[in-house]
């Protein structure tokens, strides 16, 4: 997991908060010193903040789950988009459509119909159609795509957020305190931090800042992504070994019995042997003779 220095942190200026009028005096614990009127934030807290939001999203990436990515501010739009597209993770990088974690079902009709959009450019039914039709869909299918587009494969809600700009974003905050989503967010010193469940103290308007940190985070979900394949990949042949061994415990053994009974019908099925008549007389005879021999003893 890539780890951000202390040296790298000051380079991007992560260090400068807000003027002081315009603190949160909730940031207080955050906030190193006061200089020129401008809040310092405090670097080391901003490290081992990164480290622990790091480690919990690859966790999260690490099962498989999807971590939403919202960003609407100019600095930090292209900066997400071009990162987290590399790691298949959703994100929000136009406006933030209201009721989107919320009522997410209908979310999820709004992309459903732009695919629908799609098939039918596929298989040719859209060249039925007039041209003003055809500029009308065209249109919508725009629309759509640029406020969804980035969200099209995320087909349930989101296990954690991930934020820029904390009053910016307040409502989708609130959507996730709302559901019980965790948060993780850069927060200056001008935001309220008591909204988020990972707090990354940090100056959330210059571009270098926020590049740095979605880097460390961008990178700790593709090692997560990582392991879970490695995981997947070896799983097969663990399976195929848990199986067998599995069916040699659970294989009965055969009982004494059963080995009796076997060899009974064994001896049952075999052939009986062929005898004289002869042979049938004389052993009448012989009966015959042991009979009257028990009637004169008596």
Not at 69 to 90: D, L
Request: proline residues 4%; negative net charge; glycine residues 6%.
């Amino acid at each position: 997991m890539q780890k951000i220095s202390f040296e790298q942190l000051l380079d991007a200026g992560v260090h400068f908060g807000h003027l002081r009028r315009k603190w949160n005096p909730a940031m207080a614990p955050y906030i190193f010193m006061e200089k020129n009127g401008i809040h310092i934030i405090d670097l080391e807290k901003t490290a081992a903040r990164i480290d622990e939001s790091a480690s919990a999203i690859k966790q999260i990436a690490k099962s498989g789950k999807k971590i939403l990515f919202v960003a609407t501010k100019k600095q930090a739009k292209e900066i997400v988009a071009e990162r987290v597209q590399k790691t298949g993770m959703p994100y929000v990088t136009e406006r933030w459509p209201g009721g989107m974690l919320t009522n997410f079902p209908t979310i999820r009709k709004a992309v459903k119909k732009m695919t629908s959009i799609d098939r039918m450019a596929g298989d040719g039914t859209l060249g039925n159609l007039s041209k003003r039709e055809k500029l009308q869909i065209a249109r919508q299918r725009a629309k759509l795509e640029k406020n969804l587009g980035s969200i099209a494969d995320l087909t349930r809600l989101p296990s954690a957020l991930f934020v820029v700009d904390v009053g910016k974003e307040h409502i989708a905050v609130k959507e996730a305190n709302r559901l019980g989503i965790p948060v993780f967010a850069m927060v200056d010193t001008n935001s309220d931090p008591s909204t988020i469940d990972f707090v990354i103290p940090a100056n959330d308007d210059a571009s270098k800042s926020i590049s740095l940190i979605i880097d460390a985070i961008c990178s700790a979900i593709e090692e997560g992504l990582n392991e879970r394949k490695n995981e997947k990949d070896k799983e097969p042949a663990e399976k195929e070994y848990d199986e067998e061994t599995v069916t040699l415990k659970r294989r009965p053994r055969r009982p004494a019995v059963i080995d009796q009974v076997a060899e009974i019908e064994d001896e049952i099925d075999e052939p009986a042997e062929t005898i004289s008549i002869d042979e049938i007389e004389k052993e009448l005879d012989l009966e015959e003779e042991i009979e009257g021999s028990l009637e004169e003893e008596k």
